[in-house]
C-alpha cells in the first residue's frame, strides 16, 4: 500500500510516535529535532485533526509508577439495551482506566470490559464492588494484574 504521507507528514509522524519530550517546550523540541518550525508542526497536527487522521494527545500515564500497583481487568455480563447506559457509568470511575464493548458469545458471556486499576488488590476489590452496587450488575469476572508483559506504543513509520 502507497503512503498518502508527505515526506513532512512522515517526518512529524516520526517523532511524534516517540512521545513528547519532558521539557516546558515539547513543541517546540520535536519541531527542532525534526528540522522545521514549531509553527509547522503545529499547522500539521491542526490539519490532522481537521481531516479525522488525529483524534487526540494525550498522556500515557505509568500507573505503577504513579502508585497504583494493582488492577483488574473487570468482565461485566450485561443486558444488551443496558451496555451504554452501565458503560458509560462505569467509565465514569477516577479508578476506570479503560471502558469498552466487546461481542459476547456462548462461551464467553462478557460484553463489557473495564480496566480498574488501585494502590493495592484490596482496594481494586473496594473499587469493583461498588461499581457492581452503582451500576446493578453482580455478573463479572475480575481477572487480576499478574505482570505487565508490553506497554509500548506503535511504531507506524520509522525515522529520525
Same mark, same amino acid.
Request: with cysteine; net charge positive.
Given at each position: ?17 516517540? #512521545? ?14 525534526? #528540522?522545521?518550525?514549531?509553527? @509547522? ?6 490539519? /490532522? ?13 505509568? *500507573? ?6 494493582? #488492577?483488574?481487568?473487570?468482565? /461485566?455480563?450485561? @443486558?444488551?439495551?443496558?451496555?451504554? @447506559? ?11 482506566? *479503560? ?8 462461551? /464467553?458471556?462478557?460484553?463489557? &470490559?473495564?480496566?480498574? *486499576? $488501585?494502590?493495592?488488590?484490596? @482496594? ?11 451500576? #446493578?450488575?453482580?455478573? &463479572? ?17 520509522? $525515522?529520525?
Amino acid at each position: 500500500m502507497k503512503s498518502s504521507l508527505s515526506d513532512l507528514e512522515k517526518r512529524v509522524l516520526a517523532v511524534l510516535q516517540k #512521545g513528547f519530550p519532558i521539557t516546558l517546550t515539547p513543541y517546540q523540541d520535536m519541531a527542532r529535532k525534526i #528540522g522545521i518550525e514549531t509553527a @509547522e508542526l503545529l499547522d500539521v497536527l491542526k490539519r /490532522w485533526r481537521d481531516d479525522g487522521k488525529l483524534r487526540r494527545i494525550g498522556a500515557v500515564v505509568s *500507573h505503577v509508577k504513579v502508585g497504583l500497583g494493582a #488492577g483488574a481487568m473487570v468482565v /461485566w455480563q450485561v @443486558e444488551s439495551e443496558r451496555v451504554e @447506559e452501565v458503560g458509560t457509568m462505569l467509565a465514569g470511575f477516577p479508578q476506570v482506566s *479503560h471502558a469498552y464493548e466487546r461481542p459476547a458469545s456462548d462461551a /464467553w458471556p462478557y460484553n463489557l &470490559y473495564t480496566m480498574v *486499576h $488501585g494502590a493495592d488488590a484490596a @482496594e481494586v476489590d473496594e473499587t469493583v464492588a461498588a461499581m457492581s452496587r452503582a451500576c #446493578g450488575v453482580d455478573k &463479572y469476572r475480575q481477572l487480576q494484574t499478574l505482570k505487565e508483559l508490553k506497554k509500548a506504543p506503535p511504531t507506524y513509520i520509522k $525515522g529520525v
